[in-house]
């Protein structure tokens, strides 16, 4: 069973570009989590889709959004990028609930 | 929504049991309790999860006392490659799902 894929593995951009990255989830699994883990910090929660659908965010600025497809794969988009959003991108994703979280090797974004 | 906490670092040396506590006071009903693995520049992994009592795994054992309040991760004769960080988290099914700071954990030979 392929696990959590995400791309690209790193991303190089410069301040004030837009910036997408993409997860697929485990086969079955419907509710998608984005987290930012910036160097040597804990995880941050960005987002959490399930069934398509938004349903919480985190402390981020809304320059940070993101969808999740038919397929249950997702996308987050950050804009107008900052120095400050160099990070570790995480997807993980969950069949449903009171079960475990399953991560992805992440995106490194690198704000120039 | 439970909030954690954990010590922000513990040393151990190969071959012994390190036990690490994470505190939920305000943990609900339905909260299961789950910790994960995380080695530098890679997504965290599952390592054990429960609701109450104590679970064993092949790697780990979880010990939930009856309130529920606290939960104890313990690695067996831990190694050099068990240097990493250990997140305790609590959550029910859907909603934020996030994580504490976390505990570093530093193996020593």
């Known amino acids: 069973e392929a696990g959590v894929t995400q791309s690209p593995t790193h991303l190089i951009k410069t301040r004030g570009q837009q910036a997408t990255l993409r997860c697929s989830p485990i086969?079955?699994?419907?509710?998608v989590y984005w987290y930012q883990q910036a160097l040597g910090l804990g995880l941050q929660f960005l987002l959490w889709y399930d069934e398509g659908e938004e349903r919480n965010r985190g402390n981020f600025p809304p320059r940070f959004s993101g969808r999740q497809f038919p397929n249950y794969s997702s996308e987050l988009n950050v804009n107008a990028l900052e120095l400050e959003d160099s990070a570790l991108y995480l997807c993980?994703?969950?069949?449903?609930?009171?079960?475990?979280?399953?991560f992805g090797s992440g995106t490194q974004l690198s704000v120039l | 929504l439970a909030k954690t906490t954990q010590p922000i670092s513990m040393d151990s040396y190969e071959g012994q049991e390190v036990n690490i506590t994470c505190s939920h006071n305000n943990i609900a009903t339905n909260d299961y309790i789950t910790w994960y693995q995380q080695f530098p520049s890679q997504g965290p992994r599952f390592i054990i999860q429960?609701?109450?009592t104590k679970v064993t795994n092949e790697v780990a054992s979880l010990f939930i006392p009856a309130d529920r309040k606290s939960s104890t991760l313990s690695l067996p004769r831990v190694s050099l490659s068990d240097t990493a960080v250990y997140y305790c988290l609590v959550a029910t099914g859907g909603f934020k799902t996030i994580f504490g700071a976390g505990t570093r954990l530093f193996v020593k030979a």
């Open positions: 429960g609701y109450k």
């Open positions: 086969s079955g699994h419907t509710s």
């Open positions: 993980a994703s969950k069949r449903g609930e009171g079960e475990k979280l399953f």
